[in-house]
């Protein structure tokens, strides 16, 4: 492997400086070589969300809709029951998705609900879907009963940059949210982990937070850059809107310093034009949420992204194969299902 291909994990703020305030040709360039070295540059990664428990959340996160602190005209559910969170898989794997992931607005998961929780990764896994949670903060025990039970990935954002962050929560630390990916990672799961743009930061901000991703001890192998969703009644409804170029920025800057993580472009897309989304992609976006809701506020239409990556030539990325004897039967059976959703992207793809 060339240097140029090593991963780095001493990246200094002042190159992250340096990379964001590039000319923009010059660092989606670079983006771009960053990705062909990893990626297929024309596959995108398809991932669908759940809500398995919304609303009434104790934490004050001024961005998000789902918290108890504010009045968002959310109302509170309980935990979805299994059987219901499996049919929402289903419908997800029908239309093409490979990957399932399931959010509950919690502080952290009780002993209560975890046994269900298991179930549901248990039952959305033998559907030979990769399966993803994200449930607040984690202890090492129940990081470990969810890696036991076969969860795939584990979503829990650092959100801004630590200097920003007590501007944005105050209910629980920087720090709490770093030892809940170490305990994610030490369970032996995958670490999904990124922010939210556009919250009224500065771009040291932005600088600060790709930093402290791409100098943990492993990269997250996912990497989510949300544009924030200004959801009325939270603190930030009104809050100016960021430069759309500071966005794809912020996308390019983590392809080049995580080049074999996945970067997802992540909320924020139904506010974006198609323009804007093709410069996230060519910027090193892989991964996309695929389907008509994020967690509580809507995403584009699967059928207009389907169009989307019709247009583009973008065909979706396969199952990975490599996988554990355990779960052998369920990718392969997974991988067939697959071969027969793709059509929906195919036909599309080469009409
Ligand atoms: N309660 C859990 C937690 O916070 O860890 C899991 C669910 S929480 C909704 C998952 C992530 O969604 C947050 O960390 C945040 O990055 C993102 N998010 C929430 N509200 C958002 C909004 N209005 N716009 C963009 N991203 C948002
Ligand atoms: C992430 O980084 N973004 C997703 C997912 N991880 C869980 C959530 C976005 C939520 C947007 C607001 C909502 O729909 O409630
Ligand atoms: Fe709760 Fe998660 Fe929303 Fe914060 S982001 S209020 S922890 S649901």
Redesign the pocket.
Known sequence: MSAASTIRHDWTLSEVRELLNLPFNDLVFRAQQAHREYFDPNEVQVSTLLSIKTGA?PED?K????SGHYNTGLGKEKLLEVEKVLEEARAARSKGATRFCM????RSPSKKDLPYVLDMVREVKSLGLETCM???MLTPEQAGELSEAGLDYY???L?TSEKYYSHIITTRTYQDRLDTLANVRQAGMKVCCG??MGMGEEEDDRAGLLLQLATLPDHPESVPI?M??K?KGTPMESVEDLDPFEFVRTIAVARILMPASHVRLS??REAMNEQMQALCFLAGANSIFYGEKL?TTDNPEADADRELFRRLGIKPEALATNHTDDDEAAVLAAQLEQEKTRHLFYDAANS
């Open positions: 959340c996160c961005y998000c809709p789902q959010g509950a607005a919690w994200t449930l607040g979503n829990h954002n959100d922010g939210i949300n924030l969703v959801v909320a924020g967690l």
